[in-house]
């Protein structure tokens, strides 16, 4: 009996992703589980694994807005030092959690200024054509109901 992914499957699966230059961003040596319909996948990707079966292998492309959005000029902006960690060594390229660990979202560091640092609100991936090759390895289906497709 194949289960088809729906919201409330538990799905696990491979997937390698790569970038519109065909720079690999994830190997996808570790599988990835998730619970469909409860946003912890991007949108566009789970929207385009819904009905797929264990065994399914193929191809998904993703356009920025469907994937992390699109670059967004006005999430760069600068930041003065009394804004920022007095405990921290600010340095280019880290990442900036408001709220400790569990805030919603990170800052980038991109330059350090005069006045303090230049930081970017956008996810790394934002305003990128995603390319995503997966295979499914398994779906079980929401608790409590049964696949009667199969």
């Known amino acids: 009996m194949n289960t088809r992914i729906a919201d409330g499957s538990r799905v696990t699966l491979r997937c390698r992703v790569t970038d519109e230059a065909g720079q690999v961003l994830d190997e996808g040596a570790r599988p990835l589980v998730f619970v ?10 789970e929207e385009k694994l819904q009905a797929k079966e264990p065994g399914f292998q193929g191809r998904i492309e993703l356009s920025p807005q469907e994937a992390y959005g699109p670059y967004r000029k006005e999430l760069v902006f600068e930041a003065v030092r ?16 408001p709220g400790g660990s569990g805030g919603k979202f ?8 005069d006045r ?7 996810h ?8 995503f090759d997966v295979e499914v390895l398994s779906v079980e289906p929401a608790a409590g109901t049964s696949d009667a497709s199969s």
């Open 36 to 45: 469909c319909g409860r946003h912890q996948l991007i949108a566009g990707l």
């Open 82 to 97: 009394e804004n920022l960690p007095a405990d921290l060594d600010i340095q280019p390229g880290m990442v900036l959690s």
């Open 106 to 113: 990170a800052l980038r560091v991109l330059s350090l200024t």
């Open 116 to 122: 303090g640092a230049m930081l970017d609100g956008n």
């Open 124 to 131: 790394r991936l934002a305003g990128k054509h995603l390319t």
